[in-house]
C-alpha cells in the first residue's frame, strides 16, 4: 500500500521544483540529518537511525495535520532533491515560521535555498494568507544568518522563541507588501 | 489519503488538528507511563506528527480512533513501526475518555482485519509492558499468546504478544 499526501502544491522556480515531501526523500534526508550539519535544525553525527527515520515522519505527518508543511526543493531537470524550504507550525510554536535546510554541502553556495525560500514566502503570503513570518536559527548558525539577511529578514528581539532555553537568533520576514 | 476505516461504534480516521490537545493531555497523563509518557506538549506535537506521517513513510501507520456519532477522539490504535521496532505491531492506546467500553478492542480488530486483509499481512504482534495489567487483559482477549520479550534502550523490555495468524482466524 502506497499512502501519499493528496492536493499538495507544486511551485516552479527557474531551476527548482518545489513539491511535498515524498516516499525517496529519505535517501538524501536521512544522510543529512545524521551528519554534523544538521546539529543546528535537531539532527547531528550523534543522531541515529531511528530518530532520523523518525523525523521524516514528523515533516510527513505535519502537512496531514495542518495541511501545510515544508517542502522540497528538487532540481527541475533531474527531480533530484536537494533540501527543504517551508512552512513550519508545530503545536509548541509560538509563531508560524519558514525553516530551510540544504542537504549536501555540494549543494551550498548556489542560491538554492534562496530561490526555494522566496517562491515558498510568495505561496504562504498568496496562497496560505499569512500577513507575517519568522525564521527561528539556532544561534552562531552563520550561514543560515547569512541567508536570512540576504531574504530581507531583521533580526526581532520581542519575538518569541520555541525554547527558551535555547539561544536562538529570530528573523522577521518582510510582510507581504514588502517582500514581492 | 490514510484509509478510513468504520465499526459498529467507531471510525478510525487520520489524525486532525482538532485532535490534538486531546492527544496531547494523553501524552501529559499519567495513562501515557507505560507507552514512554508522560511528555510535555512539544513532545507530544512530535508525537502526533510522526504518527500521521508514518502512513507516508512506511505506507501503514495508526488512525486516531474517534467515536462514530459524534466525532470525539478516543485513543490510538493501529499499526505502529519506529526504525527501531521489531517490525510492525499493532498498538492501542485510550485516551480516558475511551476506556472501559470495549472501545480498544472493536478498534484493534478492524485494524488487524486491515493488516490481514488489504496489506496481507500473515501475522502480527503487540508489544506489552507487562505491568500494564488492562492492555494484557486486551492481548489476551484479542487471542495473542505470548513470543518473547523486546528489549528498548528507552522503553525497556516490552512483552511481545503474537497476535492469531490471518490463517488462523479464517479456519476458526
Known amino acids: 500500500m502506497r499512502v501519499t499526501l493528496s492536493d499538495t502544491p507544486i511551485l516552479q522556480t527557474e531551476r527548482l521544483t518545489i513539491r511535498a515531501p515524498q516516499a525517496g526523500d529519505e535517501d538524501t534526508l536521512i544522510p543529512f540529518l545524521m551528519s554534523e550539519r544538521a546539529s543546528w535544525v535537531g539532527g547531528g553525527s550523534d543522531c541515529d537511525l531511528g530518530k532520523a527515520w523518525r523525523i521524516f515522519s514528523i515533516v510527513a505527518g505535519h502537512w496531514v495535520i495542518r495541511g501545510f508543511g515544508t517542502f522540497v526543493y528538487c532540481d527541475r531537470a533531474s527531480g533530484r532533491p536537494i533540501g527543504s524550504a517551508g512552512p513550519w507550525y508545530p503545536g509548541n510554536w509560538p509563531e508560524k515560521e519558514l525553516g530551510w535546510t540544504v542537504w549536501s554541502p555540494e549543494d551550498e553556495g548556489r542560491g538554492f535555498a534562496f530561490e526555494a525560500v522566496r517562491a515558498v514566502r510568495d505561496h504562504v503570503y498568496g496562497e496560505l494568507h499569512w500577513n507575517t513570518a519568522v525564521s527561528y536559527i539556532a544561534h552562531g548558525n552563520k550561514r543560515s544568518r547569512a541567508l536570512a539577511e540576504r531574504l530581507g529578514c531583521w533580526l526581532d528581539e520581542d519575538a518569541l522563541p520555541p525554547y527558551p532555553d535555547e539561544p536562538t537568533w529570530i528573523f522577521r520576514h518582510p510582510g507581504p507588501e514588502g517582500s514581492a | ?172
Not at chain 2, 490537545?21 to 512530535?46: H, K, L, T
Open chain 2, 1 to 172: 489519503m490514510i484509509p478510513t476505516l468504520t465499526t459498529e461504534r467507531l471510525v478510525l480516521r487520520a489524525p486532525k488538528l482538532s485532535d490534538f490537545d486531546r492527544y496531547a493531555e494523553f501524552r501529559a497523563s499519567e495513562r501515557a507511563r507505560f507507552v514512554g509518557g508522560p511528555n510535555n506538549r512539544a513532545q507530544a506535537w512530535q508525537q502526533f506528527a510522526a504518527l500521521a506521517g508514518q502512513w507516508m513513510v512506511r505506507g501503514y501507520g495508526r488512525w486516531i480512533v474517534a467515536h462514530g456519532a459524534t466525532d470525539a477522539p478516543l485513543g490510538v490504535v493501529g499499526l505502529h513501526h519506529p526504525e527501531d521496532w521489531p517490525g510492525a505491531e499493532l498498538a492501542w492506546s485510550l485516551f480516558a475518555a475511551g476506556e472501559g467500553q470495549g472501545f480498544a478492542e472493536e478498534a484493534a480488530i478492524a485494524a488487524r482485519e486491515f493488516a490481514y486483509g488489504s496489506l496481507h499481512w500473515p501475522g502480527v504482534f503487540s508489544l506489552v509492558d507487562p505491568a500494564n495489567a488492562r492492555s494484557l487483559s486486551l492481548a489476551t482477549r484479542l487471542g495473542c499468546q505470548p513470543d518473547g520479550v523486546f528489549q528498548h534502550p528507552v522503553f525497556g523490555d516490552m512483552h511481545i504478544w503474537r497476535h492469531p495468524t490471518a490463517r488462523e482466524l479464517r479456519t476458526t
